[in-house]
């Protein structure tokens, strides 16, 4: 019972966070969207607490992106923007958490590193994937009117290219921070990892 009321404050804790998070991100602009610095606490939380965990932060990810940055998208088709931003976090979250528990066992530190990458790499993927099912058309006009050659250069290098970047380098930078983060949380929850 006591790791599960750690568990429950830990998952609120990092919930917390998620929020926090991408609301101060509104401001941090790389290219046409927001930088996403909320993939850390999401593989905090998937490497202590499981990929369903991970799933519930990317989720709360998700919804804060369609308050906040999603509005340009809304106007287009609303439940493709739904589908696509919660999505988008929520398999990132399930990603980090699975691939974690994988290679856990084996080494911590790589299973938390590369959890790290699969974030934002799932993320991004999963966007690029919204933008062409519930999207293209819309993205066809930009790209024209961006002066690019077609929508998938338009997509990669206007849309995502520079913020994936910098999410993916920040994940990396932060790496050894959030080996330490989960280190000490799995001493303190009792390697309660599911």
């Known amino acids: 019972m006591q790791n599960k009321t750690k568990q429950i404050v830990g998952v609120g804790l990092l ?5 926090v998070l991408q609301a101060l991100a509104i401001g941090i602009r790389f290219g046409v969207f927001n930088i996403t610095l909320v993939l850390i606490p999401i593989v905090v939380g998937a ?23 999603a509005g340009v998208f809304l106007a287009i088709n609303i439940p493709g923007t739904i589908v696509t931003c919660i999505g988008k976090g929520m398999l990132a979250g399930l990603a980090a958490g699975i691939v974690y528990k ?31 099912l519930f999207f293209y058309s819309t993205i066809v006009s930009w790209a024209e009117a961006a002066g690019f050659a077609s929508a998938g250069s338009y997509m990669i290098l206007g849309l995502v290219g520079v913020n994936f970047l910098v ?16 280190q ?10 599911k």
Request: glycine share 10%; aromatic share 8%.
């Open 15 to 19: 919930t917390a966070i998620v929020i």
């Open 47 to 69: 490497a202590l607490y499981g990929a369903w965990a991970g799933a519930w932060l990317g989720f709360v990810f998700g919804v804060v992106v369609l308050f906040t940055d």
């Open 102 to 132: 994988l290679l856990a066992d084996r080494n911590r530190i790589v299973a938390t590193v590369l959890s790290a990458v699969v974030a934002p790499v799932v993320n991004t993927g999963v966007f690029l994937i919204g933008c062409c």
């Open 167 to 182: 999410e993916l380098a920040v994940n990396l930078v932060l790496s050894s921070v959030i080996v330490r983060i989960v």
């Open 184 to 193: 000490l949380g799995l001493r303190s929850v009792g390697n309660t990892n």
